[in-house]
């Protein structure tokens, strides 16, 4: 533990001092670089524990080839599809001695800072879009990047999404399964909710009534249950309700409780993402798995496939989602 007043943090260069070798190499055992003969990886790390050192990622950066970190820009960190994302995006790099630095895109809006040139300014190896990316990121060619979830598309990346249209099929064939035949679709302003109402309107082919409300901006709990309100003042014979993410059917499920409507014997509904909150017995919300560890996996290994060869052209991975069923929906 460092004590203030004790002198100050030891630097890189106190610890190529204390072992003897230059900073370089220190930043080569740090990187765990295969090409330090093990004599002198002992040496460093020796100094490493005597000088109670702590690295900076910057410094490593600097003293080095390789910085081995990743840049991760979410679009919202409130919404917990992101966290089966990053496991399976940790997953894929660790093993490769990568690490993650994560920054939310509207986070800084108001200081007008783009996270992605901190990262640049990081020398990141790599950058990955967790959601819809934004079509004028200023990324330079020679930096790797995959949009993991987004179907945006953008020149020279990868995409690894989850089949939107698939799994709004899913969400309407369960509910015709179920005997419903009015339902209703609940979404906000964005390339997957428009997916998987898509998916949604495309399952029902003619077999139920469908009624859909769509509100710009993002897909927020409030959005939801402005939606669903809208949804009900219109259509009151609706019987079940697709929302585009689990974010949308919790505020949809606020709605329905405030105007006395009982789920699933009333009014069923069903999400999409299965984020942990769907899945807690409180909620036990009906929803589409959009398997988003799996999408987190894809990305990181095609960020690493990018990062030794830059030059194949840009590939887009579909990943098939699958239904979860809860007690959200029931039969009619």
């Known amino acids: 533990m460092q004590i203030m007043g004790a002198g100050k943090p030891a630097t890189i260069y106190d610890v190529a001092a204390r072992a003897g070798v230059s900073k370089s190499l220190v930043s080569l055992v740090l990187q765990r670089s295969p090409r330090v003969s093990q004599q002198r990886r002992d040496a460093v790390l020796k100094a490493i524990q005597e000088l109670d050192y702590r690295p900076s990622t910057a410094a490593v950066s600097l003293a080095g080839t390789r910085s081995r970190t990743i840049g991760v820009v979410l679009d919202d960190f409130r919404n917990q599809w992101f966290v089966d994302l990053l496991t399976g995006l940790r997953e894929s790099l660790q093993d490769q001695g990568h690490r993650l630095v994560v920054a939310d895109r509207f986070l800084n809006t108001g200081l007008d800072a783009s996270p992605v040139e901190g990262f640049l300014s990081m020398r990141v190896e790599g950058i990955v879009i967790a959601g819809e990316p934004d079509t004028d990121l200023a990324i330079p060619a020679s930096t790797p990047l995959v949009i993991a979830g987004g179907r945006v598309a953008i020149p020279r990346a990868d995409t690894v999404a989850n089949d939107d249209r698939a799994g709004g099929a899913m969400a309407a064939e369960h ?24 998916g949604f309107s495309s399952g029902v082919d003619g077999r139920a009534e469908v009624s859909t409300v769509v509100l710009p901006g993002e897909p927020t709990e409030e959005a939801g249950s402005r939606a669903l309100a809208q949804l009900l003042d219109a259509h009151p014979e609706v019987t079940a309700v697709f929302a585009a993410n689990d974010v949308m059917a919790l505020g949809a499920l606020s709605e329905l409780a405030e105007r006395g409507l009982r789920v699933p014997e009333d009014v069923s509904v069903m999400g999409y993402d299965d984020t942990p909150l769907a899945a807690t017995r409180y909620v036990g919300l009906t ?46």
């Open 287 to 332: 929803s589409i798995d959009d398997r988003s560890v799996e999408i987190g996996r894809g990305a990181g290994e095609r960020l690493l496939a990018r990062i030794a060869d830059p030059t194949p052209a840009a590939t887009e991975v579909l990943v098939e989602p699958r239904l979860v069923a809860r007690r959200t929906t029931a039969a009619r």
């Open 175 to 198: 509910l015709l399964a179920l005997g419903h035949t009015r339902l209703g679709f609940v979404g906000a302003s964005s390339a997957a909710s428009d997916e998987r109402r898509t």
